[in-house]
């Protein structure tokens, strides 16, 4: 089939080198425009953008695809030469104006990192993670005017394990979702997929919102298996978070400890509570206690959790000192 991609972070590139080593003919690629990052916040284009120059595949960075636009009429003029009998999607990160959900014959196909209708919306990897769920997996799925309630044309599963990160999640999805994404396409040129409702497919649906960094900041009065999921969801971005002080400490990936073991004994079931040992620190929850690995202070390198200990807490316990993190 002839196609347009659109999608614009690195976990779309994965999906987009597959369509193009495929039979299928990619005639342009749709992305976010240059985004400004680095201290010298210079123009830099999206990973989608930088793969598709890599490989000669003409690239369309609206701004906007509203009508009545500048970039939105280009768009729909462009859309109108090229013709394509499809337009997969993964990660575009821009509003799908109702007036082009039929401009090709397939539509849009959205490839979308859950198990619709679950976790519907823009961070359903990290949302899986954090509600403890034991698998998530990919779906494809027809844009309609709803957020993520088009009809389903293919699903595969993924199970969640327990020290998967957000990071390890989405990276195993990008390259089994883009094979599903491959494979949708397959079967719509054959006409051997069945699209169906979502609501044929079980389950309530379910709102995975955008992730804000409060949403990373840690609880400690929650308990250990809620605390290490919520760290595991936000890891690598933005970065699980708590306060020491009035200073902002991120943390990287923790251990949890069962209330009962050696290791949790002096803080266990105090939220909060910072216990420094020689080879380890420890932090109290609701329930028993988690063993930190890293832990990045303001200004500074991310470290190993005992050796940010011997620079802040030196010679001192943490009842003497009171340390806590809140």
Do not use: C
């Amino acid at each position: 089939m002839r196609l347009v991609f659109a999608g614009t972070p690195e976990p779309a590139v994965v999906a987009l080198d597959r369509l193009l080593d495929s039979d299928h003919e990619v005639l342009a690629v749709i992305t976010r425009p240059d985004a400004r990052r680095g201290r010298g916040r210079t123009l830099h284009p999206s990973p989608v953008a930088a793969r598709a120059a890599e490989r000669g595949v003409e690239v369309l960075k609206p701004a906007t695809l509203k009508p009545g636009t500048e970039d939105g009429d280009a768009l729909r003029a462009r859309l109108a030469e090229l013709a394509p009998d499809a337009l997969p999607v993964v990660a575009y990160g821009n509003l799908i104006t109702p007036d082009l959900l039929d401009v090709a014959e397939h539509g849009w196909v959205n490839l979308h990192f859950s198990l619709l209708p679950r976790w519907r919306g823009a961070a359903p990897v990290q949302a899986a993670i954090a509600a403890g769920d034991a698998e998530t997996g990919a779906s494809t799925f027809r844009i309609a005017a709803g957020l993520d309630t088009g009809d389903v044309l293919a699903q595969i599963h993924e199970p969640i394990g327990a020290e998967d990160t957000a990071d390890d999640l989405l990276t195993r999805l990008a390259y089994s979702g883009a094979d599903l994404l491959a494979e949708t396409m397959d079967g719509l040129a054959a006409g051997t997929i069945t699209a169906r409702p979502q609501a044929e497919l079980g389950g309530e649906p379910t709102h995975a919102a955008k992730i804000t960094s409060a949403d990373a900041r840690i609880d400690w009065t929650r308990p250990t298996a809620e605390t290490d999921r919520i760290i595991r969801a936000h890891t690598p971005a933005p970065g699980a978070w708590t306060m020491w002080g009035e200073r902002r400490m991120k943390l990287g990936r923790v251990v949890p400890l069962a209330a009962d073991s050696e290791a949790a004994a002096p803080v266990a079931g105090r939220p909060g509570a910072v216990h420094a040992g020689r080879h380890s620190v420890v932090v109290g929850t609701a329930d028993a206690a988690v063993e930190l690995t890293r832990i990045q202070p303001p200004g500074k390198k991310a470290m190993a959790a005992e050796d940010w200990a011997r620079g802040a807490l030196p010679g001192t316990t943490d009842e003497e000192q009171g340390v806590t993190f809140q």
